[in-house]
T-cell receptor
Framework: NAGVTQTPKFQVLKTGQSMTLQCAQDMNHEYMSWYRQDPGMGLRLIHYSVGAGITDQGEVPNGYNVSRSTTEDFPLRLLSAAPSQTSVYFCASNVGASGREETQYFGPGTRLLVL | AQKITQTQPGMFVQEKEAVTLDCTYD???????LFWYKQPSSGEMIFLIY??????QNATEGRYSLNFQKARKSANLVISASQLGDSAMYFCAMRGINTNAGKSTFGDGTTLTVKP
């Protein structure tokens, strides 16, 4: 059981380039989310999904796209990278429902540097 | 909208002593969950403890306990018998239940340093 996996671990982009951050989970969780963490700050929600084919925006969605074609995968696409998108990106998943099952499981993160 | 406030950017504690990390929250949801996560210098997010808004008893998980005061909207984390390995960043987070179960709001964190 690998949990939540993210690739790549580290990426350097030039301004204007596009790329896709991959996220996969093998726990059959319905809920998946993407967060970004800027230095010295907490995590901010970019996009989330409550199931295959269903996505919605979080707090900071501008400049990012997501899709959820399967339960397992939830890729995050940067359309045209900007230096302000330099951050650490975390993918997370959870069962949903209520109670302790809401606990989110996080991937190891992707460090993105935009020059 | 939900908001989490952690007012202690940094805390120091002597090894083997207890420490309390503060967290206050604001939400219009009737039902919600409160979480604490640990982020060591390696960067991963580690779940520590969960408290449901309708739970009557404070949550405990080993050396971690959550001091939940609903009327004051506070959810402080208490770490007993601190260890050197507890040095890390700690985040308080909350999420609505069911329809909002995919959306978490995080505080800015508290950096805890355990002194030998």
């Amino acid at each position: 059981n690998a949990g939540v996996t993210q690739t790549p671990k580290f990426q350097v982009l030039k301004t204007g380039q596009s790329m896709t951050l991959q996220c996969a989970q093998d726990m059959n969780h319905e809920y998946m989310s993407w967060y970004r963490q800027d230095p010295g700050m907490g995590l901010r929600l970019i996009h989330y999904s409550v199931g295959a084919g269903i996505t919605d925006q979080g707090e900071v969605p501008n400049g990012y796209n997501v899709s959820r074609s399967t339960t397992e995968d939830f890729p995050l696409r940067l359309l045209s990278a900007a230096p302000s998108q330099t951050s650490v990106y975390f993918c997370a998943s959870n069962v949903g429902a209520s109670g302790r099952e809401e606990t989110q499981y996080f991937g190891p993160g992707t460090r993105l540097l935009v020059l | 909208a939900q908001k989490i406030t952690q007012t202690q950017p940094g805390m120091f504690v002597q090894e083997k002593e207890a420490v309390t990390l503060d967290c206050t929250y604001d939400t219009s949801d009737q039902s919600y969950g409160l979480f604490w996560y640990k982020q060591p210098s390696s960067g991963e997010m580690i779940f520590l403890i969960y408290q449901g808004s309708y739970d009557e008893q404070n949550a405990t998980e080993g050396r971690y306990s959550l001091n939940f005061q609903k009327a004051r909207k506070s959810a402080n984390l208490v770490i007993s018998a601190s260890q050197l390995g507890d040095s890390a960043m700690y985040f308080c987070a909350m999420r609505g239940i069911n329809t909002n179960a995919g959306k978490s709001t995080f505080g800015d964190g508290t950096t805890l340093t355990v002194k030998p």
